[in-house]
């Protein structure tokens, strides 16, 4: 069982910079491959950027490349996205989720995920 929680969100103008955090728990989380998603209203979940648990191997949706990284500190048991150059498009809850497996892309191979916290983008 992992539990994982997001934090970090906030209000921030365009073109600003904000750092999300997801901290799990459990003492596994080094085999656990990591992703963050994102949903706004009246959309689907989207995906946002993910990392692998072997080879920590990046992976990011085209909508956010060159602007958001994901990193891992599995000494900290916490997966970060430093989202920069931020778009009022942006807005939406950013999840964390964990995978078992080593595909991050897809939301169906997670197996568990968190509550979520809100981004709003302000123009």
């Known amino acids: 069982q992992v539990q994982l929680v997001e934090s970090g969100g906030g209000l921030v103008q365009a073109g600003g910079s904000l750092r999300l955090s997801c901290a799990a728990s459990?003492?596994?989380?080094?085999?656990?491959?990591m992703g963050w998603f994102r949903q706004a209203p009246g959309k689907e979940r989207e995906f946002v950027a993910g990392i692998n648990w072997s080879d920590h191997g990046t992976y990011y949706g085209d909508s956010v490349k060159g602007r958001f990284t994901i990193s891992r500190d599995n000494a900290k048991n916490t997966v970060y996205l430093q989202m920069n150059s931020l778009k009022p498009e942006d807005t939406a809850v950013y999840y964390c989720?964990?995978?078992?497996?080593?595909?991050?892309?897809?939301?169906?191979?997670?197996?568990?995920w968190g509550q979520g916290t809100q981004v709003t983008v302000s123009s």
């Open positions: 989720a964990a995978s078992s497996g080593l595909g991050v892309v897809t939301s169906r191979l997670y197996n568990y």
């Open positions: 459990g003492r596994t989380f080094s085999r656990y491959s």
